[in-house]
């Protein structure tokens, strides 16, 4: 539906990297509407939450510690198909194999430093929501583009 929504992060070495501004640009002119956006340092215990499905992985620990180098801006986008086209944005966990064109293929190497998160499923969409954003920390607004996005 096009009020879907997805959790899109830009993680510390995105934000380090500069590339806050190119992220969003992608996610804006694609057509989605951005209804929440903050830099956050939530701390150890939010980003073990945040990961909970991939606590027994090896690299579990150094994933904790990255995440929790520096700022993350935190973002809610909406739009049709927001959560499963939120992914394709981004490309592949493993930048090696992300196309030209996705975030991650035009800006990032390793798995370790991907610069990105966006959820996996509508499902996960919204606990992560959840996790991230306190109630009243999302905009609701309509976009003069709507017309000339959606028929
Ligand atoms: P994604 O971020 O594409 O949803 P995921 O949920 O499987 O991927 O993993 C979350 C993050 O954990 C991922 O963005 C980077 C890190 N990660 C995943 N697999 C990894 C691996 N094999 N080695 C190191 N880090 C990994
Ligand atoms: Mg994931």
Redesign the pocket.
């Known amino acids: 539906s096009t009020t879907e929504q997805t959790f899109i992060a830009i993680k510390p070495d995105g934000v380090q990297r500069g590339l806050v501004g190119p992220i969003i640009s992608r996610f804006e002119t694609r057509g989605f509407k951005l209804v929440a956006i903050k830099l956050v340092t939530p701390g150890k215990e939010h980003l073990e939450a945040h990961?909970a499905?991939?606590k027994e992985?090896s690299?579990f620990p150094?994933?904790i510690s990255y995440m929790n180098s520096g700022p993350i801006c935190a973002m809610i986008w909406e739009g049709l198909d927001a959560v499963k086209t939120g992914r394709t944005i981004?490309g592949?966990?493993n930048p090696l194999a992300s196309a030209p064109g996705t975030i991650r293929g035009d800006y990032a190497l390793q798995?370790?430093r991907?610069i990105c998160?966006?959820s996996?499923s509508v499902e996960n969409a919204k606990k992560e929501i959840a996790l991230w954003f306190k109630e009243g920390e999302q905009v609701s607004w309509k976009s003069a583009l709507e017309s000339w996005t959606y028929e």
Do not use: I, P, R, V
């Open positions: 990961y499905d991939l992985k690299f150094g994933l981004l592949a966990t798995t370790g991907n998160h966006g996996d």
